[in-house]
């Protein structure tokens, strides 16, 4: 399809440009769309979310363990912005009449970007959505540190030791990103549990469970061994090769006939897209991704846009939809506005490239490992604290050019 500016704004119509989700990917493009278009009164740029502010979701395993600030208010981001913002949960797309339902009110759109994001997968196992605890939201973040709070002061006066025990063993369901970087932080958690409330440290116990045969199955091996090592210094237990077959109010049941007692147990074993795109009728993958070509556009229309973990998007290099992670979220954000922009004025788009700018993985607050690209294809790899500061750095870096972007002075 090739529009251009004088066919879309003939009937003297303003036009929106409507984006679904405030995360990393949406929020990206509504700041980067109204900059391209600051100057042109033909255009409207709406913005929605079900959140009234950004969560910095790659820290949320800090915020369920440290009660971490990491979210922040969209009108701090929005000030002085021509961003229309709009609270409340899209739950429909109407893709014939190019309108989406939020609330009460039908929104047209000339160019819609789905930036939804991903949620938690259960795979329909047994009692798993009545009694974990996922970890995908600030929400999640929030009980779960309402949770783990309580379960030291009670073990501490627990004179049942077989009780105390149970109640102090932590069960993370899923050894990938999200459950590892999880597994650290409550490492150091339990040993300050220990030493605050004078609790044996043999009594407490944290065991990462994993279907693959390695950690963080996406990441190289050599790194994904590391990370294991480092857990099992720190006293997590790593099952590797197990699968969960079934969870009751305080027992995991495993597929090679183990079954593990505890009531703390934290889900962190896969991610699904909403079927809000696949209701549209729009063309999606298995994992409910919105399949798009090489511009980030909906294979079925061309008007749509998505991005992030919502987005089925290839790296044409390995032929390979491109894992769910911020910075790809982030690229892309920028990206789609930019395509919008390009066929609004009749311009070439740009195909969709990924950058891998690096890996961190954190393990608690003094430890992460990763690696990072440099110039001329050179990758360092770092390990201890100097892994952790580029973990922080990463945060900030995504802060600062919020605030690039946004022109704003953008505090938590
Ligand atoms: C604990 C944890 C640690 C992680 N660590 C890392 C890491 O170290 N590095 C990394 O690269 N990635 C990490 N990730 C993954 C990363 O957070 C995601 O890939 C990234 O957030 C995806 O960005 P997005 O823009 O697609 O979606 P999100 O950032 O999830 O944003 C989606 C937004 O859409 C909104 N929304 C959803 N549905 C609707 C609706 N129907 N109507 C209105 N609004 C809606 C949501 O409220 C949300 O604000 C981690 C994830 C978790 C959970």
């Known amino acids: 399809m090739q529009t251009n500016v004088t066919e879309l704004i003939k009937d003297n119509e303003l036009k929106n440009i409507v984006i679904i989700g405030a995360g990393y990917g949406g929020l990206t493009a509504a700041l980067r769309i109204e900059r391209l278009l600051k100057k042109s009164v033909f255009f409207n740029v709406h913005l929605i979310d079900k959140n009234p502010f950004h969560t910095i979701k790659t820290q949320l395993h800090e915020a369920a363990v440290r009660k971490t600030e990491v979210s922040i208010p969209l009108y701090k981001i929005l000030k002085n912005k021509k961003i229309q913002f709009h609270l409340g949960e899209v739950k429909i797309i109407d893709v014939e009449n190019k309108t989406v339902q939020i609330n009460d009110k039908l929104l047209p759109f000339l160019f819609l970007i789905i930036a939804i994001g991903s949620k938690v997968n259960y795979y329909n196992i047994t009692g798993m959505a009545d009694h974990s605890f996922p970890l995908q939201t600030l929400y999640d ?5 309402e949770h783990n709070s309580n379960v030291c002061a009670i073990s501490a006066s627990e004179k049942d030791e ?3 025990k149970e109640n102090l063993r932590f069960v993370i369901g899923g050894g990938g990103l ?17 030493s605050n409330f004078n609790i044996d440290k043999s009594n407490v116990e944290i065991i990462v469970i994993e279907a693959a045969d390695r950690l963080v199955p996406f990441i190289n091996e050599n790194i994904s061994e590391k990370i294991k090592n480092r857990l099992i210094q720190k006293g997590v237990k790593v099952l590797l090769g197990s699968k969960l077959i079934k969870r009751t109010e305080d027992e995991v049941f495993l597929s090679d ?3 593990i007692k505890s009531k703390n147990f934290i889900w962190t074993g896969g991610i699904r897209i909403s079927d809000l795109i696949k209701r549209g009728g729009l063309k999606t993958s298995t994992v409910g991704r919105l399949i798009v070509d090489e511009y980030l556009q909906s294979e079925s229309n061309k008007h749509i846009y998505a991005i992030g973990d919502s987005a089925n998007a290839v790296n044409p290099v390995t032929n390979k939809p491109v894992p769910a992670a911020a910075q790809f979220a982030l690229q892309q954000g920028r990206l789609a506005a930019e395509n919008i922009y390009a066929e609004i004025f ?11 700018l690096g890996e961190v993985v954190s393990l608690g607050k003094h430890l992460a490992i990763g690696w990072l690209a440099l110039p001329f294809f ?10 952790r500061l580029l973990k922080t750095a ?3 870096k995504h802060i600062f050019l919020l605030r690039k972007e946004s022109r704003n002075w953008i505090t938590y």
Do not use: M, Q, W
């Open 141 to 145: 973040a929030d009980k779960i540190y």
């Open 394 to 396: 990463i945060r900030e």
């Open 378 to 387: 050179k990758k360092v790899t770092f390990v201890g604290f100097l892994g």
């Open 162 to 164: 077989n009780i105390r």
């Open 257 to 259: 006939n183990n079954i």
């Open 346 to 356: 009749g311009r070439p788009k740009n195909a969709y490239y990924p950058k891998v």
């Open 178 to 194: 999200s459950g590892v970087e999880f597994a650290g932080e409550l490492a150091d958690h339990t040993s300050k549990c220990v």
